[in-house]
């Protein structure tokens, strides 16, 4: 199994380094967003527009708008005051966070669900990233949802290349050997490639060193605590991690007895979705 995954690693790695992998290219409109968020001129209404032409993405950042953790008194029902109400950044990276689910699709059905079942648990983890960032700290809650929603991205390349190599497929204990061991690293070159800012692109690498000790908190701190809340009670490897051992759980402050602020945190794992 260790030889399988290095294997996989060395012709991953290989591939991309000669640039015989296709890496996923960022949906063309979350290119759109991008360069309309970067333009200092851009108005609501003309970011209104360029997000309005994927209905689907639309309706998802209204849905977020009215989630408890956002909530107005009054419901909001279309895309212009959502990007009012979130501001034009915050609504940019969070549009480009949610296209990324445009990605998530394979030929086979085995890796087709494994897509599936990633691209569920960044969406959890995104919303509790995204929470604990408003309650705890003084980062920007937008930035540490497009974290969670990237953190495993490094995993597409890998199932790209488990769908030709059916050896691998066909093991799913060494493709998730696999997994673990190389999509920080693919997923490191993903966000770079897609000219990620640094403080992002750090998380996929990160995340799993549940060791670190940051100098003050960040973003990977955040994905860090929102993998170890959405992993517990689970068979995952992250569930046996004790919290009151990782050091970005320590610093965050979170009271595990405030049973409000468990049910808030809760009730944020499916805000994106």
Do not use: M
């Given at each position: 199994m260790i030889e399988l995954a290095e294997k996989v690693q060395q012709d991953l790695v290989e591939a991309i380094d000669n640039d015989d992998l296709?890496?996923?290219?960022?949906?063309?409109?979350?290119?759109?967003i991008r360069k309309a968020a970067e333009d200092p001129?851009?108005?609501?209404?003309?970011?209104?527009?360029?997000?309005?032409?994927?209905?689907?993405?639309?309706?998802?950042?209204?849905?977020?708008?009215?989630?408890p953790l956002l909530r107005a008194t009054q419901e909001?029902?279309?895309?212009?005051?959502?990007?009012?109400?979130?501001?034009?950044?915050?609504?940019?990276?969070?549009a480009i966070g949610l296209v990324m689910e445009q990605i998530f699709h394979a030929r086979s059905e085995v890796v087709e669900q494994k897509m599936r079942d990633v691209w569920r648990k960044s969406l959890e983890i995104?919303?509790?990233?995204?929470?604990?960032?408003?309650?705890?700290?003084?980062?920007?809650?937008?930035?540490?949802?497009?974290?969670?929603?990237?953190?495993q991205i490094g995993v597409l390349p890998i199932l790209t290349y488990a769908e030709d190599h059916y050896e691998l497929l066909a093991d799913p204990v060494s493709l998730n050997h696999v997994i673990?061991?190389?999509?920080?690293?693919?997923?490191?070159?993903?966000?770079?490639?897609?000219?990620?800012?640094?403080?992002?692109?750090?998380v996929p690498l990160l995340y799993q060193n549940f060791k670190r000790q940051s100098a003050r908190i960040d973003y990977v701190d955040l994905v860090q605590v929102a993998s170890l809340y959405c992993h517990?009670?689970?068979?995952?490897?992250?569930?046996?991690?004790d919290p009151l051992s990782v050091p970005?759980?320590?610093?965050l402050g979170i009271d595990l007895d405030n049973q409000a602020?468990?049910?808030?945190?809760?009730?944020?794992?499916s805000m994106f979705y």
């Open positions: 296709v890496l996923p290219t960022l949906p063309e409109v979350a290119l759109q001129e851009i108005s609501i209404s003309s970011l209104s527009k360029v997000i309005g032409r994927d209905a689907a993405l639309s309706a998802r950042l209204i849905k977020v708008v009215n989630s909001v029902t279309d895309l212009h005051t959502a990007i009012t109400r979130l501001g034009i950044n915050y609504s940019s990276n969070l995104a919303g509790v990233s995204y929470a604990l960032c408003r309650t705890y700290t003084q980062l920007k809650p937008d930035q540490a949802a497009l974290g969670g929603l990237v953190h673990e061991r190389i999509h920080p690293l693919l997923g490191d070159k993903l966000l770079r490639a897609w000219e990620f800012p640094e403080l992002l692109v750090q517990k009670d689970t068979d995952h490897p992250i569930s046996r991690i970005a759980f320590v610093k602020r468990c049910a808030e945190l809760e009730e944020t794992r």
